[in-house]
């Protein structure tokens, strides 16, 4: 009796814990879920041997408040921006045809679609539209508190008044986050 209890509390904590993760999905299935329901993409770019990249994955994607606000607004591709993968995306292939597997758990070559976003730090998070148009990279180690005020611009289509820097500031500062640090 003992035993179908604690594996009855055993298969709940699990299923507790799993139902707070991000859903990440590959970045063709966010562009083709886009198709069916659009949503804005969020693509962590992060590489194997980037410590800030595990802290955020560890302390902002594991947080509760980041997990349900993304699932629920965004689609979530985490992508190696070192790795081998290949990806089409608006009619092209992007490939990583400097990468050398036997550097896989250290620096590595650019994937070439982290160079079609820019991408020159890691972390680095890329917001891309509806229409699987670009946004704007946000580079380096985000907090709950701060991820949440860029989810929240581009989830309320914020960015679209923001026309200065003075604009963006003012955003900025009249920001309060709801997001617990834990």
Not at 18 to 40: C, D, G, H, M, Y
Not at 67 to 93: C, D, S
Not at 167 to 180: E, G, H, M, R, S
Request: with cysteine.
């Amino acid at each position: 009796m003992n035993k179908v209890i604690l594996l009855i509390v055993l298969l709940f904590t699990t299923s507790t814990i799993t139902a707070q993760k991000v859903n990440w999905v590959s970045f063709e299935e966010a562009i083709a879920l886009q198709k069916e329901a659009p949503r804005k993409i969020i693509v962590d770019m992060y590489t194997v041997w980037c410590g800030p990249c595990k802290s955020m994955e560890r302390n902002t994607f594991g947080n509760k408040d980041v997990v349900e606000y993304i699932n629920t607004h965004y689609y979530a591709v985490k992508f190696n921006a070192q790795g081998n993968e290949k990806v089409t995306f608006k009619g092209r292939t992007f490939t990583n045809p400097n990468y050398k597997p036997e550097l896989a758990k250290r620096r590595n070559g650019m994937h070439q679609l982290a160079l079609y976003y820019k991408v020159q730090a890691f972390p680095t998070l890329v917001f891309i539209d509806e229409n699987a148009e670009f946004l704007t990279p946000l580079r380096g180690y985000k907090t709950p508190q701060q991820l949440e005020l860029y989810l929240k611009l581009f989830k309320e289509n914020k960015h679209k008044e923001m026309t200065t820097q003075k604009a963006f500031d003012a955003y900025f500062k009249a920001f309060k986050p709801k997001f617990k640090t834990k």
